[in-house]
């Protein structure tokens, strides 16, 4: 069993993370809703990861892999691209902090997201992803320009509904 890693050590590695890749929070124009997202392909290719879709069953949405000192993450195609891009985010959440913990098979290291798994690694992947998804300084300043709507909100940051839904919660907005 691992240690579960605090929710403010996680903003903080998230905050790290795109402040290295620099994407800078401050100067996104949230009036240009097109440049709202978060580029996550920015983000894997800092890293020397490479995204790759496979049609996997329904219930995987993501595989995170190292073979030969590369790394590899699969994204289910079947899924809908919100869906994707919360398995890409979730699944660099697993490389940025569970490096120690990933499955081993064979010579090659696994993590694998599905629906059904639930444990501290995943809940701590998911809040990663939410986080550099949805960052909250950026989601303020969505608010301060009258961006208030779950739904509006959703497709600025190209997430589902849903997720946005849960992360204004989490923010104490809803």
Do not use: W
């Not at 993501?62 to 919100?82: D, I, P, Q, R, T």
């Amino acid at each position: 069993m691992t240690n579960r890693i605090p929710f403010n050590v996680i903003k903080k590695k998230a905050a790290k993370l795109l402040s290295n890749c620099d994407i800078d929070l401050a100067s996104v124009d949230v009036t240009n809703r097109d440049e709202i997202a978060i580029d996550l392909k920015k983000i894997a290719d800092s890293h020397s990861i490479r995204i790759e879709y496979h049609d996997f069953s329904d219930n995987i949405s993501g595989v995170f892999f190292k073979k030969n000192n590369k790394l590899f993450l699969g994204v289910n195609s079947n899924h809908h691209e919100v869906r994707q891009r919360f398995t890409i985010a979730h699944e660099i959440g697993h490389h940025v902090l569970h490096t120690d913990d990933i499955l081993h098979h064979d010579d090659e290291k696994m993590h694998f997201r599905a629906d059904r798994i639930q444990s501290s690694e995943e809940t701590e992947a998911n809040f990663f992803a939410a986080e550099i998804l949805m960052p909250a300084a950026l989601i303020e300043k969505c608010v301060e320009n009258d961006i208030v709507y779950v739904n509006e909100l959703a497709s600025c940051f190209n997430v589902s509904p849903q997720a946005m839904k849960y992360r204004l919660t989490n923010l104490g907005y809803l």
